[in-house]
């Protein structure tokens, strides 16, 4: 008993279960109603068998007539049809109950996670967590149905038989009532040997799942590595110590609830002999003696049921205590506000540095509205990271103003108003063509389909903008993805736009068509174009050029002429492309 | 299609389904008992007569009941876990069996499913679905004969309300199902939403539309709760309803019996009519239960015929197309979705290949150095090559995933012992496949893949890794101690030979400053991404192979973990002929021998 008095204090504690309940006083209300009246009702079924049994033998003895078995017939049928729709509103309301609670954790989990602060949130780390958190929000409202459910079902028809059965006697209602305890006890002992069963069980799953994903995911390394023969027999010893903990455990879950009810049985002996030498006394008449049966058997029934109300509540208190940290996590929700007034990008002696180790440092540009920044050098010079010092992503040292305002002092949701990123992944989502474009915004998405060269692919059908693009059998290629994100950028640009690398895996017409277009919808706003590939450099205001922590800043023949590292490599790919 | 999966599995656990059978019967037949000695205890009580006897009798009969019941449902676990081995085993043994080509066009983690849920789809099956079923049915057949043996006339009466009752059943379940598979489709959105959102979680920040993907996500959560309610509304429904059904049946019973008087067709003494009536009241109980197993049957058939269809998945002889790769330029590592994680390690790797060849060159004897050639050109294979036979060699090959759409064709080439050899070409061009063809695990279309003395596909398993190593894009540990991930579970691996592999790809030092050293679980061990990166190298080389295959590396080091591995591939390189693939072209290259594949862009 006294797991309940923790179960209900583990979730009363907390203030937000409460909130969440909150909501829902209405049903509840109607929930309780339902669930009072079906109870109660549920002796009326017992007290109904035995005055029918009671009657008819009356109509064998001849003491009353085929009308009265009508009357008590109907009588019968008219009350159990509304105790059984009250159960029926009970079970349905106990569900939505649990339903509306589920939707809104859920809710509110996603609410908290989209406001973290990216640089809290690691895909492989946050999902494993957003993943178990989930499984606890089903756990805990599985935990608050159930507990509603037996509280009604368990508790209140537990009370309402037992005052049924005193009421008739109380001696023979304590004399067969006694075993239930013992039942009880019995179960008690053997709960813990259970639950470490069960415990083992659910160790041994989650060691053959990760051996099932081990010995598939690695198919090829075991296959290359011609160990597949020692892999299969490795994992026929995990399969075979899987069999035997599952054995166990479910052995002793399932076998053993007839066994609880065999001991609780043990009270239809007093019954019989008690409520036996009543009706031969004369005190009890037959009906007497069948409801009272009729109601111990489905007492003793209900009783070994009440073990499972304390495991829900147990399992949804250890589910919740893990979720609430989660949803409080959440950050205050910036606006994204966006700008479009031309600005002016200076950087003094800017320096960005990544895991404790400086990539740049003495970085000096400009860059004014209307004009490209092409931003160039080998690979982990830091010219991704330099993309996301301009976007506020990553802290950076030195003077980095915009109009003259530092970049650092900028409010989050002013910043990503103004500038625009395009980073390395494509970030598309499950939804259609132009919602990936559109965003959710009211925006004709067409036009910038056309500026990323995805026109030709929507009039040839190819693709569709209605169609949801990872859709089986038709996924976008790499490149197709690529040029999506583009036409998003430009579709939720600010004054300044950031590409990292948007050409990578297009042709080179492709790249070609795609920058006139960039240049042709640019307007007055700002670009900083980060790329490895090069034909277009020539074409740009500035080029930056980064290597060795260093950087050459001018225009393109500058750069051509100072840095020979620049050189070469301009030189090779235009040759190479060419 | 479920009979024949039944016999088979009768025929393969003959003792375990005799017994569960034998109990299901016994536990069916004695709970018959308490009922008819009850109403026998009555009619004696009715008659002036007090048999306890009766009443020890139906303890006695309900305990042993209780205990045939307990029997069974231990019977029927164990017959589930012992199927779900065999066939979980029966799936593994195909595992080898399978071409390359699957793997590619299914993801681990559907397949993994097969082997998890499925087969667990199945143990639901045969155990709350067959088996059950037949105890149930039992349940109601033996019921059905006690009441014929006492009241034929109220065995019409279930003999009409029965099958009504059981159409209803059936009605509800057939609107159940479909209320769940909505509710199912609705929930894999609702999970995949939030991987969707981690992995475009810059994105969704940058351009402010949280408020959007929350009512995105709120939609779908609609659409799980809208179908989750439909379900809710029969599940709620359908019980009471039957339980309504059953006092109606005892009602008609009762007033028929009254009517009847003491010898007409309905006729009941009250004993009788207290058993009967807890017969009718238990008949209804299986119904519930047997519509629900029907349904379980009908749910798990998916799961049978895609483990079916798994088990009967070509065999290594046959290569198929595989479907995402309808793209010429599509990649071969994985699901499409790894496409661009690819293209995006192949920008970053350039630089560093370039760094690596440097190095390589500075390492190598100057024997081994070969005349460079051409860059663009695939080189013909040169006659009278200097070092011997080759260790790979490439004769007229032609391949494609899709044999109709060959990724090269004719193609030659070949690599000599201690001859450094990479190969070139954007995205899509064949060099992965090239490693592929190498290591076996695909068949040219025609011409031939020499691997030491042998054409690749004849190398055998435990041949393969003194032949050649290969050093992967990521390293991806296996389950196990860092000894377990050099050996990958084989007994012959000593620890001197683990000890010149790591100290070769210089990790050795790292290792032995682990609390447990080598027997340090990986989870455990705490290795940095480098670290991890260096021990795949001393995987590769654990067995001493002459070949190594090195594909592109990793992106997204910092410039000291990258010079890590530029030196430990140094030191691999030395003495061994090594293939290795490349994305950039660079200046730096132009002194290893490169081959072009797929021409420009």
Redesign the interface.
Known sequence: METEEQGMGGRKRPVRILSFLRGEAGLLAFLTVTGLVYNVGMTAGPYFEGQLAQCLADILGGTRGAADMARIAGLYVAVIAVVQSSRAGKRFFVRRFANHINRRMRAALYHALVHQEPERVRAEVTGALMTKAVTDVDATTEGIRKFTTELFDTGVVMVAYLAMLAWYDVRLAVGSCVFLPLAYFWAARLKKRVARASAAARESEGTLAAATMDRIGHEALYRTSGVEAGRNALYETQLASYEAASIRSGMLENAMQPLYRIVSLLGVLPIFWLGGSYVMQGTWDIAAFTTFFSCFLKFAVKSSHAAKLFNAVQKAQVSWWRIRPLLESGQEETVRQVSLAPVTIEARNLSAERGGKTLFSGLSFSLRPGEILAVTGPVACGKSTLGEVLAGLVPYGGCLTVDGQELSSMEAGELRGLVTRMGHAPELLHATLAENVALGGNIDVLPFLQKAELGQDIESGALSLEKEIFAVGRPLSGGQQARLAFARTLAHAGAVVVLDDPFASVDAETERRMFEHLRAWQGRRSIVLISSRLQKFSECDHVLFLADGKGTFGLHEEVLMQCSEYRTLYEAQTAHEL | MYASALLAFVRHFPRECFAALALIVFAAGTALVPPML?GR??DA??G?Q?V?L???G??AA??LA??F???Q??M???V???M??AL??RM??K??KLP?AY?DRHE??G??AL??KDVDAIDVLFTDGILSLFANSLRIVAILAAILWTSRGLFVLLCVALPVLFLFTRLVQRRVLAAQSANRSAVA??????????????????????????????AM??D??RA??RT??Y???Y???I??AG??V???M??L???AG?RGFFA???GD??AM?AYVLAVFEPLEALGMEIQTIQAAAAALGRIRAFLEEDELATQCLP??R??P???FAGA?KG???Q??SA??????L?RLWQRVRTCRDSQTLLPSQSPLRVPAPQEGEPLGVPCIEFRNVTFGYAPERPIFSNFSFSVHPREHVVLRGR?GAGKTTILRLV???YVPQSGEVLVGDKRAADV??????HLYG?A?QAF?P??GTVRDQLT???SDVTDAMIERALETAGIADAVRSLPQGLSTMMEAAGLSEGECHLLGFARAIVYDPRILLLDECT?H????T?ELLLAAIGRMSEGRAVLSIAHC???AMAETRTIMLGG??
């Not at chain 2, 920008?347 to 560093?352: Q, V």
């Open positions: 009850l205890f009555i009580l009715g002036g007090f306890m009766l009443g020890i139906y303890f309900s305990a209780g205990l019941e307990s029997g449902d231990a029927i676990v164990a589930g876990q012992r779900m081995h979980r085993s593994a043994a595992l080898p390359a793997f681990a983690g397949t993994a082997f998890l959105r609702i999970v995949a939403c939030i991987p969707e959102t981690l992995a475009s979680f810059r994105m969704i920040r940058g351009f402010g539309i949280e408020p959007w993907m929350e009512r995105r996500y709120g959560l609609d799980g709760y989750m309610d809710n509304f599940d709620s429904v019980s009471p309803i339980k309504s006092a109606a005892v009602a008609v009762m007033v019996a009254a009517g003491p009941l003494s009250v009519a207290v009536t479907r995402w309808k793209v330029t599509g990649d499409p496409a661009d994680k293209t995006l920008s970053a790797l350039s630089g560093r370039c995205t290591a076996g695990l055998l398993p435990q041949e393969r890794r290969i992967g991806s296996i389950p990958l579970g084989e992106a080091l910092d410039s000291g990258e072209w660079s200046a420009e862009e």
